[in-house]
């Protein structure tokens, strides 16, 4: 008789920073593509020194290691979705753009500019790059409303100002924009769109304060769902809801912010 072959799950890979407290970066990557049952794979782009409390320190690695990690990831093993997250320096940027624009892949581009802390992650002269390089790659593009400022120079203080907002990091290339109005009073509200469509993902807004990593986590179940088959919107609002759940759950560790809980389904038998 002959047998089947064996279950190969959809691969993922994260290009990001190393959070050492677990509550972000490749850590929480790492966790939420395993809740999504896709096999999560990492290119390591800095090292920080961080806690609940922030960002003590950060080394970024130097390119040809970046380059080296990407290269045996996706020639050998390959790749259904990719994602990135803290790229630190313009030489970076470049590099990691320039690899990005080689796979045959969907690219979740999680444009990270400062912590949960108000640490900054991304020097100022990584931001062109940013902007000509990356987002151009993207096929969903992640920016909070801080990024969003930051790279477009729209200060967003409403639902009106999203769309201002979103269009303007659409311009940049990217086929997808989600802004994620997560600083905004009331319900957390995100915009998705492709400058033709628009899809306004709301859910309560949860009074913990326990929210470490959630645009990386966000970024990540994205990627997860385009690895897994999905379209844009369906792996957007399931990333959403993903989130939402975790949020909830986040829980105190150390002194300061707390992670949101990647393991939340697991832990209540969803």
């Known amino acids: 008789m002959s047998s089947s072959p064996p279950f190969v799950p959809a691969r993922v890979l994260t290009v990001a920073g190393s959070d050492s407290g677990g509550g972000a970066g ?14 999560g794979m990492s290119v390591l782009t800095a090292v920080t020194a961080q806690n609940s409390l922030g960002v003590q320190g950060a080394w970024e690695l130097p390119v040809e290691a970046v380059r080296a990690q990407y290269r045996a990831v996706v020639d050998d093993i390959g790749v259904q979705a990719v994602k990135t997250g803290m790229l630190a320096s313009a030489g970076l940027v470049e590099a990691v753009a320039d690899l990005l624009a080689a796979t045959d892949a969907p690219v979740v581009v999680d444009p990270v500019g400062v912590s949960k802390h108000g640490d900054p992650l991304l020097a100022d002269s990584a931001l062109d790059g940013v902007r000509t390089k990356l987002l151009p790659v993207a096929t969903v593009a992640t920016p909070n409303l801080d990024e969003v400022a930051q790279l477009t120079g729209v200060q967003v203080t409403d639902e009106a100002s999203m769309r201002r907002a979103a269009d303007a990091v659409l311009d940049f290339g990217p086929r997808w924009a989600l802004v994620k109005g997560g600083h905004l009073p009331g319900d957390a509200v995100d915009l998705l769109t492709d400058g033709t469509e628009e899809h306004w993902l709301r859910a309560p807004r949860h009074s913990n304060r326990h929210t470490h990593g959630t645009g990386c986590t966000l970024a990540s179940a ?9 379209g844009v919107v369906e792996a957007v609002v399931a990333a959403k809801e993903y989130v939402t759940g975790a949020l909830a759950h986040g829980f105190p560790l150390g002194g300061g912010i707390g992670p949101v809980d990647h393991a939340w389904r697991f832990r209540r038998g969803l």
């Open 26 to 39: 490749i850590q929480a990557d790492l966790k939420t593509m395993l809740a999504f049952g896709v096999h």
């Open 222 to 230: 994205t990627a997860s769902g385009l690895a897994n088959g999905q």
